[in-house]
């Protein structure tokens, strides 16, 4: 190794508060209002998020993927449904996410229930993206054991000429998911680590708040 302290690693964080009274009522007004800060800020990637499954056994695993979409109903990603998640989240529908935007010291924690998206939502996102993203879907079956990189070149070149016309449909395989949160949590950095949470659960009569100890 380096040499390199990791254990000495560490940062206090005086940027901001986060007070019961400036937080929204509805916590996903609360995270417009914070995404709109981190993109105002630059944060590299601000929708950038671990999403996390787990079998139906509970065996966990966490990977990033991008948000996509927010509503009154939830947070939206698109990814390929025969991959690991996939199948995870077909077998056992309930995910959590972690937002960090560090360069603002703040972290989002989202959990809840998690649904497809309809055919049309996941139909017009894969119409937005680039030539060479839709047609990656078609190349790749997500998270399936390959021999090469060779192969999965092979793949798009067969793709590519099985589709010459540039008019590349929506592969069955692809779409995406929305993750309807039962909790959300607000995390922003203070000093001596003593932190604010402020934590949003969904109840029948709406949305309740805490304060949670850092
Ligand atoms: C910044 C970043 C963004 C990503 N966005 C997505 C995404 O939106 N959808 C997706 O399927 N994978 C995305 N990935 C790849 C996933 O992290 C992961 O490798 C892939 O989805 C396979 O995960 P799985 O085998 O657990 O299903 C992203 C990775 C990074 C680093």
Not at 161 to 164: E, G, I, K, T, W
Not at 175 to 178: E, K, P, S, Y
Not at 180 to 183: A, C, I
Not at 185 to 188: D, I, V
């Given at each position: 190794?380096?040499?390199l302290?990791?254990?000495a690693l560490r940062?206090?964080?005086?940027?901001?508060?986060?007070r019961?009274a400036?937080?929204?009522?509805?916590?996903?007004?609360?995270?417009e209002a914070?995404?709109?800060d981190a993109?105002?800020?630059?944060?590299?990637e601000?929708?950038?998020?671990?999403l996390?499954?787990a079998?139906?056994?509970?065996?966990?695993a966490a990977?990033?993927v991008?948000?996509k979409?927010?509503?009154?109903?939830?947070?939206?990603?698109?990814?390929?449904?025969?991959?690991?998640?996939?199948?995870?989240l077909?077998e056992?529908?309930l995910?959590a996410?972690?937002?960090?935007?560090?360069?603002i010291?703040r972290?989002?924690?989202i959990s809840g229930?998690?649904s497809?998206v309809t055919a049309a939502d996941s139909e017009a996102?894969y119409?937005?993206r680039?030539?060479?993203?839709?047609?990656?879907?078609w190349?790749?079956?997500?998270?399936a054991?390959?021999?090469?990189?060779?192969?999965l070149e092979e793949?798009l070149?067969?793709?590519t000429?099985?589709?010459?016309d540039?008019?590349v449909?929506?592969?069955?395989h692809w779409?995406?998911?929305?993750v309807?949160?039962?909790?959300i949590?607000?995390?922003?950095g203070?000093?001596n680590r003593?932190h604010?949470?402020?934590?949003?659960e969904?109840?029948?009569?709406?949305w309740?708040?805490?304060?949670l100890?850092?």
């Open positions: 190794m380096t040499g302290d990791i254990a940062r206090d964080y005086a940027m901001a508060a986060l019961e400036d937080a929204h009522t509805d916590p996903i007004r609360q995270f914070w995404f709109a993109v105002a800020a630059q944060v590299p601000p929708n950038a998020m671990t996390a499954t079998t139906r056994d509970g065996v966990p990977r990033v991008l948000l979409g927010i509503d009154a109903q939830g947070f939206v990603f698109y990814t390929d449904y025969r991959s690991r998640k996939g199948a995870e077909t056992n529908p995910a996410l972690v937002f960090l935007w560090k360069e010291e972290q989002v924690r229930s998690v497809r996102y119409r937005s680039p030539l060479g993203s839709r047609l990656g879907a190349a790749s079956h997500q998270s054991v390959i021999a090469s990189r060779d192969e793949r070149r067969d793709v000429a099985r589709f010459l540039g008019n449909p929506l592969p069955p779409g995406g998911f929305r309807v949160p039962d909790e949590e607000f995390w922003q203070r000093q003593l604010d949470r402020l934590r949003y969904r109840r029948p009569s709406g309740s708040m805490t304060r100890s850092p």
